[in-house]
């Protein structure tokens, strides 16, 4: 499969989650989270391409899929990840608290989405 095909994989599923979740369905919110984590888990066997590939999801239209892929590039693309974390960290609503969230276990030490 295609770094582009995997890229799009990501990101629609996790807008997919987020819908999921705003309806209220979590099982649905669960299966979509399975496929952009196997998404990503493809992409990272592509070694730092298939990483470098994710990042021009720093611009996507949807704050979500900006914030996830942000939080799995922290340790591969940190000045930018951050960035797009903080940004979204200043909202209110879901997306920035997790946006928060991602930044505080970042700086706890306790991150760990893509430890290699």
């Not at 295609?2 to 979590?26: E, K, M, P, Y």
């Not at 669960?30 to 990483?51: P, T, V």
Request: proline share 3%; hydrophobic share 45%.
């Amino acid at each position: 499969m295609s770094l582009d095909t995997l890229v799009r994989q990501f990101a629609d599923n996790v807008a997919a989650q987020t819908d999921a979740i705003w309806q209220g369905d979590a099982k649905a919110g669960n299966r979509y989270a399975r496929k952009y984590i196997s998404a990503f888990e493809q992409l990272r066997a592509h070694g730092d391409a298939g990483r470098e590939a994710l990042t021009v999801l720093f611009s996507h239209p949807r704050m979500d899929v900006r914030v996830m892929a942000a939080a799995y590039l922290l340790r591969y693309r940190t000045r930018e990840a951050r960035e797009v974390l903080m940004e979204a960290a200043r909202g209110e609503g879901l997306v920035p608290f997790k946006a928060g969230q991602t930044l505080k276990r970042w700086d706890e030490g306790t991150w760990a989405l893509d430890p290699e």
